[in-house]
């Protein structure tokens, strides 16, 4: 079930993203601006945010399994740090992210 | 588990189906003699044995190997032989056929469809050319033989056909064990035509179907990991499109 | 029962779809929630990193790369979210309807990237930057 509802809220937040991407668009800015700061679409953020976050560690367990991480020559990661290590990697990608488009 | 008159008792509900006396099925009940050792196969063999002759069922090998002794027990697919009454303390515990296929008499179902998937994988080692016997066997790596040896653990006992929600509503989905024994050979260094089981497991019945249940995981009595070796199985189809077409044949 | 006995072909329409679907699930992974929590959470809440920098950087509009970056994740999180939800609604029971429902999927999926990809030249071409200074 849970499943059913990250690729619900994945969905859902993608097509919020392109109306949010049309009003910017139209030029008009303050239209834009008064449905990001609206509480009802930070609330959804929040909650998109959660289960995207959710869907990444199931993700990261799945591919975990699928193709197995090597740690050195004979060792093999275990299934939880293999998702520890795909959690580092998102962070890393999310600074590098940040950094590029914002702090630079 | 009762006690009736100081012998302990398990009692089982039977799904029975006898078409040649009753068109409908129904439930029946046995209470036999309760021991802490004893698994849901030695029950209904003490049944069959002792209270009614007439009850139909499959089991050969009561050690896990044969693979034909699946029924649902309590409602989850499970080898028979393998599950302890103990494991159901206190309670009635109910035994029907396997889920998601045809009865033909009692807890017998009809296993042509998941027999004729089986033929269709080609599970065997394709050589091209067999090299005499005289040159030696063929050599892995303990590496390679990792590669596809949980999967060659499969004992054709179709309890993750009966766990897979997919195959209930589809039957021409190829399904958990055909995919995963496919794989197995697929995966194997030693044989020489992986390809030739892709137009069955990339099929738009084949693994495509799958949507990541993952019951017959875990429904599975030998560790096998069918939805693991389905997942492989799409991304060889999915990074085979990239490949240029196959020259020959 | 009589069975015609089974053709066998591999499908190379859904393998392709199922490989975008992958490759969405890995960037639903890595790249949507960075994008969720600046443009949805952080801005509006002005926490870091976007609290004190300047509004145009905020929603990614600078550089033909950022662009790149909201269509891939946007486009790639659309359709792993719909091609994922529209393959387990059959498990809940709606085998029935599923041809329908694979149909609507399909046509959400191309509608978001057609307008994706729209809203975003438009953005990326025409953009005044200084329409966001007049109004703070
Ligand atoms: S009797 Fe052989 S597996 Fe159970």
């Given amino acids: 079930m849970i499943r059913e509802l990250t690729s619900f809220f994945i969905s859902i937040y993608a097509i ?31 909650i998109a945010l959660f289960f995207t976050l959710y869907h990444a560690v199931t993700w990261f367990s799945l591919m975990g399994r699928i193709q197995v991480v090597k740690l050195g020559p004979k060792k093999t990661a275990t299934p939880l740090q293999a998702i520890a290590i795909n959690l580092l990697l998102l962070l890393i990608i999310a600074y590098a992210i940040v950094y590029l488009f914002i702090l630079r | 588990m009762t006690k009736d008159s100081g012998v302990e008792t398990a009692t089982l509900k039977v799904f029975r189906y006898r078409p040649e006396v009753q068109t409908e099925p129904f439930v029946q009940e046995y209470k036999v003699p309760y021991r802490q050792d004893m698994v849901v196969l030695d029950a209904l063999n003490y049944i069959k044995d002792h209270i009614d002759g007439t009850l139909s ?9 044969c693979g034909s002794c699946g029924a649902n027990v309590d409602g989850e697919p499970k080898l028979t032989c393998a599950s302890f009454l103990h494991e159901f303390k206190g309670k009635e515990i109910k035994i029907e ?27 065997w080692i394709i050589r091209k050319e067999e090299t005499p016997l005289e040159k030696g066997e063929y050599r892995q790596t303990p590496e390679e033989l990792e590669a596809y040896k949980q999967f060659s653990m499969c004992i054709n006992c179709m309890l993750c056909y009966a766990a897979c929600p997919i195959y209930g509503m589809n039957e021409e989905f190829l399904g958990p064990a055909a995919t995963a024994l496919a794989y197995r050979y697929i995966a194997d260094t030693r044989d020489q035509d992986h390809e030739a089981r892709f137009p069955m497991v990339h099929d738009k019945e084949g693994v495509w179907e799958c949507t990541l249940v993952g019951e017959c995981s875990v429904v599975c009595p030998k560790g096998v990991d069918p939805m693991l070796a389905i997942q492989k199985t799409k991304i060889l189809g999915a990074t085979q499109i990239l490949k240029p077409p196959r020259r020959g044949k | 029962m009589d069975k015609v006995k089974k053709e066998y072909k591999s499908d190379k329409l859904h393998a392709l779809l199922w490989g975008v679907f992958s490759v969405g699930g890995f960037i639903a992974a890595f790249l949507l929630p960075v994008l969720i929590y600046i443009d949805n959470i952080a801005y509006p809440l002005g926490l870091w990193p976007v609290a004190n920098s300047s509004l145009i950087k905020i929603v990614f509009m600078v550089s033909l790369l950022s662009t790149i970056f909201v269509f891939i994740t946007i486009g790639g999180s659309l359709f792993h979210g719909i091609f994922r939800f529209k393959t387990t609604l059959p498990e809940l029971g709606l085998k029935r309807a599923s041809s329908l429902i694979s149909a609507v999927g399909y046509i959400i999926i191309a509608v978001g990237l057609i307008a994706l990809a729209y809203y975003l030249f438009q953005l990326y071409h025409g953009f005044d930057p200084s329409l966001f200074h007049r109004i703070i």
């Avoid at chain 2, 008499?105 to 296993?111: A, P, R």
Wanted: charged residues 20%; hydrophobic residues 45%; glycine residues 4%.
């Fill in chain 2, 97 to 123: 056929p396997l889920a998601n296929f045809p009865v033909i008499k009692d807890l017998i179902v009809n296993i042509e469809d998941f027999m004729e998937k089986l033929d269709h994988i080609k599970p």
């Fill in chain 2, 57 to 65: 069922y499959r089991w050969s090998c009561r050690m896990g190997i």
């Fill in chain 1, 16 to 46: 919020i993203y392109i109306y949010q991407l049309s009003l910017l668009a139209s030029g008009d800015f303050s239209s834009y601006d008064l449905f990001v700061r609206n509480p009802a679409t930070i609330g959804f953020s929040i």
